[in-house]
C-alpha cells in the first residue's frame, strides 16, 4: 500500500510517501521538484552495504550526476566531525544551492544530513529517504535535525525542514530486532497521546521479523499523520509538539544514567512512558487499567516495562539537567488515553514513587 502525508510545516509545505516500493518512486519525485543540479547521496556505511547499489541505480535514472557520501554508522559518530567530513566531500565536488542531498538512513544519519544540508551554503535542499522504523514514524518528519555535543544530546541543531520523505517499509525487514523495537517504542507512544484506535492494529501485529507489510504500512501512515498534524500546529516547539515527549523525560535520564550503552532508547522510553503512566494514575487520572494496557502493549513487543536497579537520587539529578526540562518536574502526563497534558509542578515524592 502507498500512502501520501501533506506537511504543512510554516516555513514550507512537503510530502511524506509512505509504505512498501515507494523509494522506486524517488525519480519521478526528484524531477518533479524542479532541482536540475547534482544529486549528493549521504548514507552510512551499513545502509550503504545493504541498499546501496539499488539506490544509486535508482538515483542515476534521473539522468543527474550522482556522487555518494558514506559516513561511519552510529550514534557516536553523530558530531561536528562528521558534519565536516560531509562538508569537505560536497565542496570538494563543487556542490551549488540547485544540487540535492539525498539522506538515506535511520534517525542518525537523517539527523547528521539535514544539519549539513541546513548549514551548507546558507542551506541547501534535502530528502530523507527514512530506513528505520523509528525514521520513519518520527525523526524524518519535521524537521529537527543536529548533532550531539559532548555536554549532551541534540545541543546543535535545527529547524530544518526535507523538500520531501520516503518512507519505504521494505527497508523495515533488514532492521536489528533492537532497532524495531526502538520504533515501536514510539509507534506506542502516538497511540497513548493521539490515537488508541492504533491499539487493535498493534496487537495485530506480530512482532518482528513475522510483521504484516500491510498492517505496518496503515501504521507508518498512522504516525507520520499525527506527527504531521502537530508540526504543522507548533513546527519550532513552543507548545503541543512538547506531548511528543511522552515517556521520554524519565527515558532519556535513564539512558542518561546508563551512559547511553546499557539500554536503548526504546527501552529507556518504554520504562519512561510506564513510569509516566503510573504518575498519571497517581495524580488521579488514568486508571489501573490504563497503566497495565502500556505494560501489555509494550511487552508484547519485547520492551521493558520495569525499571533496572537505579540509585533515585541520582535520576533526579540528571532529570533537573534534561535541556527539554524549562522548569525542574516538568512532565508530559495523561489525562486519559490520548489525552495528554504538560504538567509543570510535580512533587517530588510523586516522581519517586512512579519510578518504583
Ligand atoms: N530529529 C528528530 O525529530 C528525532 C526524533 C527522534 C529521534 N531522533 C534521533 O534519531 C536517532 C536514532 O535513530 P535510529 O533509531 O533510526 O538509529 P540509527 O540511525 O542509528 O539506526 C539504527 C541502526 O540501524 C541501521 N540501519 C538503518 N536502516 C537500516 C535498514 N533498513 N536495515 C538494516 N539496518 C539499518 C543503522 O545503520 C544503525 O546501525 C538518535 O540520534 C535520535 O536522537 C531524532
Same mark, same amino acid.
Given at each position: 500500500? $502507498?500512502?501520501?502525508?501533506? /506537511?504543512?510545516?510554516? +516555513?514550507?509545505?512537503? #510530502? /511524506? ?15 518533479? @521538484? ?7 547521496? =549521504? @548514507? ?12 544509486? !541505480?535508482?538515483?542515476?535514472? @534521473? ?16 558530531? +561536528?566531525? $562528521?558534519? @565536516? ?46 530506513? $528505520?522504523?523509528?525514521?520513519?514514524? *518520527?525523526?524524518? =518528519? ?10 549532551? #544530546?541534540?545541543?546543535?541543531?535545527? &529547524? ?36 488508541? !484506535?492504533?491499539? *487493535? ?9 513475522? &510483521? +504484516?507489510? *500491510?498492517?505496518?504500512?496503515?501504521? /507508518? ?5 499525527? #506527527?504531521?498534524?502537530?508540526? %504543522? ?30 539500554? +536503548? ?24 487499567? %490504563? ?14 516495562? %520495569? ?16 535541556? #527539554?526540562?524549562?522548569? %525542574? ?14 504538567? !509543570?509542578?510535580?512533587?517530588?515524592? !510523586? ?6
Amino acid at each position: 500500500m $502507498t500512502f501520501e502525508v501533506t /506537511v504543512r510545516a510554516r +516555513s514550507g509545505a512537503y #510530502k /511524506v510517501y509512505c509504505g512498501s516500493n515507494t523509494i522506486l518512486m524517488l525519480p519521478d519525485i526528484i524531477m518533479g @521538484t524542479g532541482l536540475a543540479g547534482k544529486i549528493f547521496l =549521504i @548514507t552510512n556505511k551499513r545502509v550503504d552495504a545493504i541498499y546501496g547499489e539499488k539506490v544509486w !541505480e535508482i538515483l542515476k535514472i @534521473t539522468g543527474r550526476k550522482v556522487a555518494k557520501v558514506s559516513i561511519e554508522d552510529g550514534e557516536r559518530y553523530k558530531n +561536528s566531525g $562528521t558534519v @565536516t567530513k560531509i562538508a569537505d566531500a560536497l565542496l570538494r565536488y563543487r556542490c551549488r544551492r540547485n544540487d540535492l542531498l539525498v539522506v538515506f538512513g535511520g534517525g542518525v544519519t537523517g539527523d547528521i544530513g539535514g544539519f549539513a544540508a541546513g548549514i551548507l551554503l546558507r542551506g541547501l535542499p534535502y530528502v530523507h529517504l527514512a530506513s $528505520t522504523l523509528l525514521a520513519q514514524v *518520527d525523526s524524518s =518528519i519535521g524537521g529537527k535535525v543536529g548533532v550531539n555535543h559532548r555536554l549532551g #544530546k541534540n545541543l546543535i541543531g535545527l &529547524f530544518y525542514q526535507p523538500r520531501f520523505v520516503i518512507c519505504d517499509t521494505n527497508f523495515l525487514c533488514t532492521l536489528d530486532l533492537r532497532d524495531w523495537r526502538n520504533g515501536m517504542a514510539e509507534v506506542i507512544k502516538y497511540a497513548f497521546i493521539r490515537k488508541p !484506535e492504533m491499539f *487493535d492494529k498493534i496487537f495485530g501485529l506480530q512482532d518482528f521479523p513475522w &510483521f +504484516s507489510v *500491510d498492517v505496518i504500512d496503515e501504521i /507508518v501512515h498512522d504516525c507520520i499523520e499525527i #506527527k504531521a498534524r502537530i508540526v %504543522e500546529e507548533d513546527e519550532f516547539e513552543q507548545g503541543i509538539r512538547a506531548i511528543l515527549n511522552y515517556g521520554h523525560t524519565f527515558g532519556h535520564a535513564i539512558e542518561t544514567y546508563f551512559k547511553h550503552k546499557k539500554i +536503548s532508547h526504546g527501552e529507556a522510553v518504554s520504562m519512561g512512558m510506564v513510569a509516566a503512566a503510573k504518575l498519571s494514575r497517581n495524580l488521579g487520572y488514568i486508571s489501573n487499567d %490504563e497503566v497495565k494496557l502500556h505494560i501489555d502493549v509494550l511487552s508484547r513487543f519485547g520492551l521493558p516495562v %520495569e525499571m533496572p536497579r537505579i540509585d533515585i537520587e541520582d535520576l533526579l539529578n540528571i532529570m533537573g539537567s534534561d535541556k #527539554k526540562h524549562l522548569q %525542574e518536574n516538568r512532565f508530559v502526563i495523561l489525562k486519559k488515553v490520548g489525552k495528554p497534558v504538560i504538567v !509543570e509542578e510535580v512533587d517530588q515524592q !510523586e516522581i519517586i514513587s512512579a519510578l518504583r
